[in-house]
Structure formats: structure tokens, C-alpha cells
């Protein structure tokens, strides 16, 4: 289960199953494969600013709408003490404006983005996604998710982007949020699951590998990873300033300004990076 530990090893093997490598995506730059592929290339970084957090949220979804930072988070009632919800971000105190919240007995929230005038609102396993007004949050209507659950969303500029912690990378019409294609995650070794926040960025995805410490750029066209972030230290900074910080996910993207934000599930810390 992706968000409650004692359900982790269930889903893990099930992924496993699923895409035979469950490893594919965490080996260290510069090995190569039985067929003398080279591994993805591990991309540095520099950290040029950080911001508070708020550690109330289990942070599923971080994205930039016109120059503000919109946050989710994923809860549930039985297991999982954390809101289900998504809001504003500020980032001079951390806090979150609550726009729009589920209803924790039913729906596990997600993914976020935002295309046109509208918000686009993952659930984690009940099939379902919302559609929002993107200036008042007013429902639209409901759409199926066309996976078994939902994880990660963004979108490029034409179709939503959404990931369901396989390999599997599914682009969507966003009027009628119907299956268009999917594109396969893949690098040297094959497939790469566990695929989970994603942000678009000038022609590639940029995906946080759920339960390891990498950042993947993903080409958006072929699926092919061309190279990986490693933030373990921003990692081990969040353990130690936070005992009980959980994984790497949250990446937001400000095409007006460039910058580049990172964070995790209840981090204290929201990073600004630059990338080469």
C-alpha cells in the first residue's frame, strides 16, 4: 500500500510482479547492462533557497498556477491521519489554504494539475478523479481514472500526464480525461516502476521514484530516463530535522520564473534547486 507502511510489502511485490525489474531505476550512474547500455547520467543540483513546510501534510501533488503553489495532501479515516485536500502554499510560513477537501472516509487524495481553466484531482485507489474550477474550485463533474489507482498527474500542452507507481506513464484528453496512449518508463536495465509525482518541464517529466531518493528526467516522448536527480541529502536533512520525515515527493515547476521546487511527505523544508 503506497501510503500506509504496514500494506507497503504487499504492493511492492505486486509491482514486482507486474514489471519483472522492480529495481530498474536505482542503479548507480555509469553501470551498464548485460547489452553495454550505460545507466542514466545522475544530473547535479545546488540548492538555492528553502522555505518552510508544512509537516501536517503527506504531500502527494506540488504545482505552480499562476505564480501560486498548490499543494495536496492524502489521508484517509482508518489508517492514515493526514488531510485529504488540496490548497495554496505559502511559502513564507508553510502553511496551506485549504480549497478543496475530500471526504476521508471515501476518497485517498492525489495528484494535481492544472490545464486551462480547470483543476484536475487524483484519488489514490477508488477509480475516481475530480475536475475543478481552477478559479472558484467548484466541482465540475467526476471522471474515472483509467488505471487500477492514481498517483502522480501534470500535463503538457495537450494532454494530462498520469502516473499509477508502475512504469506506466498515461496520457489522457483533458476534456474528456479518456485514455489517449501510454508511454513505458524505461532506462538500461528496462522498465522503471514505482513512477509517482511527476512535473513537466520543456519536453521532459520529472518524476519522483517513490520509495528512493531520485528524481528521474524522463524524455516525454519515448519514456527513455536520461537522467536522475539524487537528494539524499536533502533526505537525510528532513530525518534529522524531523524525525519520522517520510519519503521524497512534491516537484513544482515556475515556467515564469524558472524555479524549481522540491519537497517531501511531511519534510520541513520546501527546496528551491537549480539543475544543470
Given at each position: ?11 511492492l ?16 550512474a ?110 465540475i ?81 519515448t ?23 517520510d519519503?521524497?515527493?512534491g ?7 524558472g ?18
Open positions: 500500500m503506497k501510503k500506509v507502511l504496514f500494506a507497503a510489502t504487499v504492493l511485490a505486486t509491482l514486482a510482479a507486474c514489471n519483472g525489474n522492480n529495481n530498474a531505476g536505482a542503479n548507480n555509469g553501470d551498464t547492462n548485460s547489452n553495454g547500455n550505460a545507466a542514466p547520467p545522475v544530473i547535479q543540483y545546488a540548492v538555492v533557497n528553502k522555505y518552510p513546510h508544512d509537516t501536517s501534510y503527506f504531500t502527494e501533488g506540488l504545482e505552480f498556477n499562476k505564480g501560486q503553489l498548490f499543494e495536496s495532501s492524502g489521508g484517509n479515516a482508518d489508517e492514515s491521519p493526514y488531510p485529504s485536500e488540496f490548497g495554496i502554499a505559502d511559502l513564507k510560513t508553510g502553511k496551506v489554504t485549504p480549497k478543496v477537501k475530500l471526504d476521508k472516509t471515501k476518497y485517498f487524495g492525489e495528484g494535481i494539475t492544472f490545464f486551462g481553466d480547470k483543476m484536475y484531482h487524483l484519488t489514490w485507489t477508488s477509480h475516481v478523479g475530480f475536475i475543478y474550477d481552477a478559479n472558484t474550485f467548484k466541482l463533474r467526476e471522471f474515472r481514472i483509467p488505471a487500477q489507482e492514481g498517483w502522480g498527474l501534470t500535463h503538457d500542452s495537450t494532454h494530462l500526464i498520469m502516473s499509477d507507481g508502475t512504469s506506466n506513464l498515461y496520457f489522457l484528453t483533458p476534456d474528456s480525461v479518456k485514455l489517449a496512449y501510454i508511454t513505458r518508463v524505461t532506462d538500461n536495465n528496462g522498465p522503471v516502476s514505482n513512477i509517482n509525482e511527476l512535473e513537466y518541464v520543456n519536453g521532459f517529466i520529472y518524476a519522483n521514484q517513490w520509495e528512493t531518493n531520485y528524481i528521474l528526467k524522463i524524455d516525454a516522448e519514456g527513455n530516463v536520461v537522467g536522475k536527480i539524487n537528494l539524499e541529502n536533502l533526505q537525510k536533512e528532513a530525518n534529522s530535522l524531523r524525525p519520522g520525515a519519503v521524497l515527493n516537484i513544482a515547476y515556475n515556467k515564469e520564473t524555479q524549481l521546487l522540491v519537497t517531501g511527505k511531511r519534510w520541513p523544508f520546501i527546496y528551491e534547486i537549480k539543475v544543470q
